[in-house]
């Protein structure tokens, strides 16, 4: 979508007045929130979150000192009490009308009060909703849910026709309605979407592995314009949390398109003088070559300079990285206590591609990040329920980073060691520099060898080096030009001297 112009809640457009829904994302999908005095659809299979979000809809009427009003067919005050309890809410400011008594134990001695949908009329409960409304006249409503009225309707066109007079019921009053279902009938019921303002679908979806995933959508919405497609979701203790789906045309700030220093002149000097911010680069080779350790001298020379780095970790502990850092001299442990690397080591089987995209935002846009490091897209494909939008995912987190002058960087681990390897995904068309870590066997020994293979933003060596990590950091060796098929792994050499790294300054393991 195109960038839209932000309207806060409350504010006025035309004869229409904005109004939030209680959670910061769906106002954030909705460009502001819902227009007030208009009726809305929650739909959803059971335990998809619609009660949370509708309780969350009262609370902030009610916090904004509104009368609010939650008529309830399908759950008890004390069940919506034991939720809000939870979640740490207090549903004081809130007028709870149950639809279904506490007590249901019917006496045949005394005549039957129970009000349960299933044995009274339609018009009996439609009535009982009114005359509540009318006596309390609240600002916002929840009805729940229209599965009940729908089984005392029983057939479609009284169904519809119930629900039509509850609207120009509510039209005549100064009343936002938010109504839940839970698609209980046999058939999803379009003709509710044709009769309320805006549909809201909530899903549960059960993946092979991990925890299960929950996103929304919004279906409808008249004279807003929404961020479309699916959003993820998890409900947490204080509601539900919703995560906008990352645009990135909607993220861009002015930058400096400067170097940022690698705090290695040979390495800077390989990069024809650098990485520039606002780019990204992808760091491949096989496992143990040196691609993290690579990235982590990126976070650390930021640090030195007084910058933020952000590291996402899917497949090591702070533990693994500080060991790291101790045998390459690093001081990591300053960076962390001063807050100047930021730390996160993510469980790909618990978070999902849109909470992920979400917390890389904020690490840059509440944190000051100018350096975000993934290690590795292989941790974060796994997290993918499916990884044919993986692509389009990364294209649009990158993209948004860049524009902020951020410099990224990617760690991707290929299969195999020595000979041929093999990329488990191609994501280097995003990329906007491709560096290529092999080892290589000479001579008995195995030894490490790092080339700029592609790099968008201008001219870098075409060379070949060697390189060693050991307690001095990153040590780069002369150009192999005496040698072919470095990077097939057995190379052949055709000088007269070796021009390699001495067997004293190779890699401390």
Request: aromatic fraction near 6%.
């Amino acid at each position: 979508m195109q960038n839209r112009t932000r309207i806060p809640a409350g504010a006025a457009v035309g004869q229409e007045t904005r109004i939030s829904s209680g959670n910061e994302g769906l106002d954030d999908i909705l460009d502001g929130g819902f227009d007030a005095d208009r009726m809305y659809l929650y739909e959803g299979r059971p335990g998809t979150g619609k009660t949370t979000l509708a309780l969350e809809f009262l609370l902030e009427g009610a916090r904004r000192g509104e009368r609010v009003l939650y008529i309830s067919m399908s759950e008890t005050d004390s069940e919506l009490h034991v939720v809000a309890g939870r979640h740490g809410w207090d549903l004081a400011g809130i007028d709870i009308f149950e639809l279904v008594p506490p007590e249901t134990t019917l006496d045949p001695g005394r005549e039957i009060t129970v009000l349960h949908p299933a044995e009274i009329e339609l018009a009996e409960t439609t009535r009982l909703i009114l005359e509540r409304i009318a006596a309390t006249s609240p600002t916002r409503v929840v009805i729940d849910s229209l599965s009940e009225l729908r089984l005392l309707a029983q057939n479609s066109l009284r169904y519809r026709r119930q629900v039509l007079a509850l609207k120009h019921f509510f039209a005549s009053r100064a009343c936002t309605v938010v109504l839940l279902d839970d698609m209980s009938g046999q058939e999803n019921d379009l003709q509710l979407h044709s009769i309320c303002h805006g549909v809201v679908l909530l899903e549960q979806l059960a993946i092979e592995y991990g925890a299960e995933r929950r996103r929304l959508r919004v279906v409808k919405m008249r004279g807003i314009g929404f961020r479309g497609g699916f959003h993820d979701m998890k409900i947490i203790r204080g509601g539900l949390e919703i995560y906008p789906r990352l645009v990135a045309a909607e993220h861009h700030s002015a930058f400096a398109g400067d170097f940022t220093p690698s705090g290695n002149a040979e390495l800077d000097k390989l990069l024809g003088g650098g990485l520039e911010r606002g780019t990204n680069a992808l760091l491949i080779g096989s496992a143990g070559v040196g691609k993290s350790s690579l990235a982590l001298t990126y976070a650390i020379a930021a640090a030195q300079r007084g910058e933020v780095a952000a590291i996402f970790a899917f497949d090591e502990g702070r533990g693994t990285l500080k060991a790291r850092a101790r045998t390459l001299g690093l001081p990591l442990q300053e960076a962390l206590d001063d807050g100047r690397i930021l730390f996160q080591q993510v469980d790909p089987a618990e978070m999902s591609p849109g909470e992920f995209a979400t917390v890389v935002r904020r690490r840059v846009e509440e944190d000051g990040a100018r350096i975000v490091v993934i290690d590795s897209l292989n941790g974060y494909l796994n997290a993918m329920p499916d990884g044919r939008f993986l692509i389009l995912q990364m294209h649009e987190l990158l993209s948004s980073l860049g524009q902020q002058g951020v410099l990224t960087i990617l760690v991707l681990a290929q299969h195999g060691l020595v000979g041929p390897v093999e990329t488990p995904l191609d994501i280097s068309y995003l990329s906007d520099a491709v560096l290529m870590l092999r080892y290589f066997e000479y001579a008995g020994t195995v030894r490490r060898a790092l080339s700029v293979v592609k790099k968008r933003s201008g001219d870098h060596e075409h060379t070949i080096r060697e390189f060693k990590l050991g307690r001095d950091g990153l040590s780069l060796g002369p150009p192999l030009r005496e040698f072919s098929g470095v990077f097939s792994g057995t190379p052949v050499y055709t000088g007269s001297a070796e021009p390699l790294l001495q067997a004293g300054e190779r890699d401390e393991d």
